[in-house]
């Protein structure tokens, strides 16, 4: 079983950034695909980033995020990143990280990649 933890959320005007954390139990973290996902008020959940290590990171990002959103890894802590740049009240969401312990479906946009899935963190842009 693992356990994720969001945090890092919070309001923000457009423009502004902010950096979501996710930390995860287990022993074999750096061996984990880890992925974030959000989901808006009224929406489907969609993919947003995600990472594999294999020796370097391997990034999928979904392309409406491409250039403003980095997502990063310390396997020493166990911990996942997303930092959140030039931000649009359309990014508004709660945003959920989720784990693929085995690694081998990562980096996937597909939400059936990943067995466990946090508590999401809401992420509130204003204009």
């Known amino acids: 079983q693992v356990q994720l933890v969001e945090s890092g959320g919070g309001l923000v005007q457009a423009g502004g950034s902010l950096r979501l954390s996710c930390a995860a139990s287990?022993?074999?973290?750096?061996?984990?695909?880890m992925g974030w996902f959000r989901q808006a008020p009224g929406k489907e959940r969609e993919f947003v980033a995600a990472?594999?290590?294999?020796?370097?990171?391997?990034?999928s990002y979904a392309n409406f995020v491409k250039g403003r959103f980095a997502i990063s890894r310390d396997n020493a802590k166990n911990t996942v990143y997303l930092q959140m740049n030039s931000l649009k009240p359309e990014d508004t969401a709660v945003y959920y990280c989720?784990?693929?312990?085995?690694?081998?479906?990562?980096?996937?946009?597909?939400?059936?990649?990943?067995?466990?899935w946090g508590q999401g963190t809401q992420v509130t842009v204003s204009s």
């Open positions: 989720a784990a693929d312990p085995s690694g081998s479906r990562g980096p996937s946009s597909g939400m059936s990649s990943y067995d466990y």
């Open positions: 287990g022993r074999t973290f750096s061996s984990y695909a």
């Open positions: 990472v594999r290590w294999s020796g370097a990171n391997v990034i």
